[in-house]
T-cell receptor, first 112, second 111 residues
Framework: SQQGEEDPQALSIQEGENATMNCSYK?????LQWYRQNSGRGLVHLIL?????REKHSGRLRVTLDTSKKSSSLLITASRAADTASYFC????????????FGQGTRLTINP | DAGITQSPRHKVTETGTPVTLRCHQT?????MYWYRQDPGHGLRLIHY???????DKGEVSDGYSVSRSKTEDFLLTLESATSSQTSVYFC??????????FGPGTRLTVL
């Protein structure tokens, strides 16, 4: 089953602009995570937000979670060329943090 | 890559042959996972392990088996490879907090 769905599927912006990606999911969750994947590489964990949290920051990243709408957003501020990657949300479907269900990802391209 | 290695990194095999992929960790994490990544499907969980000799199925476990005889090693076996199992396979590890650390991936092609 596909739990998370990211929107948009692809996003292209100029360096320095902000990038916003959205994730929707279907069932109750304990937490939601965001990962980044550079081309040809494994996924790298960015941030985890728990179901009782509404917003979390990490450097230039800001994640929000709205459990009533079953949605989350990832904001990257002041984008850089190195931010070019695919970004995935992952949820646990309330089954415990060990079993994650990933969305299909947003492909972000930062143009110099 | 957080002390996780996968071998081989690339493999080409023929339909019907057995294939074993290996994941090795040096972090002593309890949980280990195997995912496959395909265009249009994101990452899908195949099997995971919550301890030595303790494993469970994921979303797409048909045609795959796993074994974990040591904390540091998690093996994924395709008993009889099919073309539909052509994919990129990722191993991951975690402790209790949910954050998973991923290996570099294995690209498998079944002809």
């Amino acid at each position: 089953s596909q739990q998370g769905e990211e929107d948009p599927q692809a996003l292209s912006i100029q360096e320095g602009e902000n990038a916003t990606m959205n994730c929707s999911y279907k069932t109750s969750i304990n937490n939601l995570q965001w990962y980044r994947q550079n081309s040809g590489r494994g996924l790298v964990h960015l941030i985890l937000i728990r179901s009782n949290e509404r917003e979390k920051h990490s450097g230039r990243l800001r994640v929000t979670l709205d459990t009533s709408k079953k949605s989350s957003s990832l904001l990257i501020t002041a984008s850089r060329a190195a931010d070019t990657a695919s970004y995935f949300c992952a949820t646990d479907e309330g089954q415990g943090a060990q079993k994650l269900v990933f969305g299909q990802g947003t492909r972000l391209t930062i143009n110099p | 890559d957080a002390g996780i290695t996968q071998s081989p990194r690339h493999k080409v095999t023929e339909t019907g042959t057995p294939v074993t992929l290996r994941c090795h960790q040096t972090e002593n994490h309890r949980y280990m996972y195997w995912y496959r990544q395909d265009p249009g499907h994101g990452l899908r969980l195949i099997h995971y392990s919550y301890g030595v000799k303790d494993t469970d199925k994921g979303e797409v476990s048909d045609g795959y088996s796993v074994s974990r005889s040591k904390t540091e090693d998690f093996l994924l076996t395709l008993e009889s490879a099919t073309s539909s199992q052509t994919s990129v396979y990722f191993c991951a590890i975690s402790e209790w907090d949910g954050e998973q650390f991923f290996g570099p991936g294995t690209r498998l092609t079944v002809l």
